[in-house]
């Protein structure tokens, strides 16, 4: 190999070299921050291929995509004075590489930031509130302001917090079985109060069907009372037309009622006198014959 062929090889695995040392690529899920001789100059947020000064800068790469935050199970003393174990995460994104870099550094960093925020959050909230609490839907309100105080406490360290949640909230060992004892005597006691409202609401609809029953039977006896008044009325005076129109007729007419009411059973038997005028007519009268005037 000839000297010239030395030196062309020697200058080209120097140009590889610094080409590798001068070009770097940002992926789509990486943010990139350029520094030099361990001072940030500048951050890369675009994906592509960059350049940066070779032997002087180098790169740090941080994720754009959302990271997971999952706490150690931690004890939360809640309002009333009741022990919790719980388990919580929080999903995040680094927004600001430069303040995350200055702040905390790494992801670790971040996380043991993060350990304390959260926990500091929920037991500000937790605190404040009982364990039936917990178990109602106000939870989504306590979660949402324990997400907005967590937001708040992280944004000086360049990430965006998008969700923070209780994965698990257990009773402490300690104070389960009181906690059990509690809230089956609470159970019992509420539905004790419900049996005796249900009893109340019963006795109370019954008492009303009874007094409109009452009102509606005597609007019903009035009523017929009127009817059969007005119809007994009707009767009079119909009986008192036709009274005077034919009064023979008429006392004829009810004879015959009274013969037919009266000779109807023929197990009955009447003692009279045979000038008795309920026999009147039968004196009077002769077959085929119309009854004699008087």
Request: proline share 4%.
């Amino acid at each position: 190999m000839t000297r010239n062929q030395i030196i062309l090889a020697v200058v080209v695995v120097v140009l590889g070299l610094l080409s590798t040392s001068m070009l770097f690529t940002v992926s789509q899920g990486q943010q990139a921050m350029v520094l030099q001789l361990g001072a940030p100059v500048r951050v890369v947020q675009e994906p592509g291929l960059k350049i940066k000064i070779p032997l002087m800068q180098n790169v740090l790469f941080f994720e754009r995509r959302l990271l997971d935050f999952d706490a150690e199970p931690t004890e939360v003393v809640l309002g009333d004075r009741t022990r919790i174990v719980m388990d919580s995460f929080a999903r995040y994104r680094i927004v600001d590489p430069l303040l995350f870099f200055q702040t905390v550094r790494t992801e670790q960093g971040m996380r043991q930031r993060l350990a304390s925020i959260v926990q500091s959050a929920t037991r500000d909230v937790f605190g404040q509130v009982s364990f039936e609490t917990l178990l109602t839907a106000r939870r989504g309100e306590l979660m949402r302001d324990i997400t907005t105080r967590v937001v708040g406490a992280s944004k000086p360290f360049g990430i965006e917090i998008v969700d923070v949640r209780i994965m698990r909230a257990d009773l402490h060992p300690d104070n389960a079985p009181a906690i059990y004892a509690r809230m089956q005597t609470e159970r019992v006691r509420e539905a004790t109060q419900l049996r005796a409202e249900g009893a109340e609401i019963a006795q109370k609809t019954r008492g009303e069907a009874d007094r409109e029953r009452t009102v509606l039977l005597a609007d019903a006896n009035r009523k017929a009372a009127e009817l059969r008044a007005q119809g007994d009325n009707e009767a009079a005076q119909i009986a008192a037309k036709a009274y005077g129109a034919n009064p023979e007729f008429y006392a004829f007419w009810r004879s015959l009622e009274a013969y037919r009411k009266v000779l109807a059973d023929s197990n009955s038997t009447i003692v009279l006198t045979p000038d008795s005028e309920f026999f009147r007519y039968f004196r009077e009268m002769t077959p085929g014959s119309a009854p004699a005037k008087r």
